[in-house]
């Protein structure tokens, strides 16, 4: 399996305790989603349900595959206030 470089903005480097790591790529972004939730608990859960994903630069909001592409960046961004 390869790995995916994942990046934690704000709430979610707190969260996760780091602004960078190295992953295992997981075969969905729901079975990402699960891996950080059972890593880093309910506050990174709290996070992920307003936050949202970018995947290479593309903003994902379904639980689908990541694709087929080669190094892979996974940026979780927390909510964002308006203004």
């Given at each position: 399996m390869s790995k995916i470089t994942i990046r934690y903005f704000a709430a979610a480097a707190a969260?996760?305790?780091c602004e960078q790591e190295s992953w295992e790529r997981p075969p969905t972004?729901?079975?990402l989603r699960s891996e950080l939730i059972?890593?880093?608990g309910p506050e990174m859960a709290q996070?992920?349900?307003a936050g949202s994903f970018l995947i290479n630069g593309v903003v994902r909001?379904?639980?689908g595959e990541l694709?087929?592409?080669e190094n892979l960046?996974?940026?979780v961004l927390p909510p964002?206030?308006?203004g």
């Open positions: 969260a996760a305790g972004l729901a079975a059972d890593s880093y996070v992920l349900r909001r379904d639980a694709g087929p592409e960046t996974v940026d964002f206030a308006g």
